[in-house]
C-alpha cells in the first residue's frame, strides 16, 4: 500500500489515507493542475486490496461527479441559449462521453503501472537488501534492475 501511496501522491492526489487493505484519495477541485495531469478529471478514488488465497484482486474505483456537473452546466446554458433540446442533449454526450472514455483509459493505463510496479517490488532479487523506500524511488524514476 505505501508503494501505491507513494504513486498517486506524485501524481498530484490529494488526502491520501491508507486504512488496512484500503487506501481512498480525493482530488481537490481548486488546485492547479495541468490539463494532461491524470487527476484532473477525477473527484477521488478507492483502491481495494482483496487477499483471496494466494492471489490478490486489487479493485479501483473512481468518483466522476465534476465531470457530470460541469457538463451538465454546460448543456443547460447552451439549451437556455439556443432553445434547443436536441442540440444541449448532443453536447453532453460528446462532453461527457469524450471524457468518461478519456478518463477511463487512463486509469487503466495507470493501473497497469501501479500493478507492474508491485509485481516488480514482489519479484524483486535484490528486495532484502534496500529499503521500501528506495524501492519505490527506483520503480518511479523507471530503473527496475532486470532480475
Known sequence: MNFIQFYLENRTADDVVVTGERLTFKVRFFRFRFNF?????????EIVIDDIGFNSEL??????????????????????ATHSLLLAFLLFLLFCGSHWIIVVI?????LNNILNGIEALVNSPWK??????????KIMDGKIPKP
Do not use: C, P
Open 37 to 45: 495531469n491524470i487527476m484532473k478529471a477525477i473527484d477521488g478514488g
Open 59 to 80: 479493485h479501483y474505483k473512481i468518483l466522476l461527479v465534476k465531470l457530470f456537473v460541469i457538463t451538465t452546466i454546460i448543456s443547460i446554458i447552451v439549451f437556455l
Open 106 to 110: 487512463r486509469h487503466s493505463l495507470m
Open 128 to 137: 532484502s537488501e534496500q529499503s521500501e523506500d528506495d524501492l519505490n524511488y
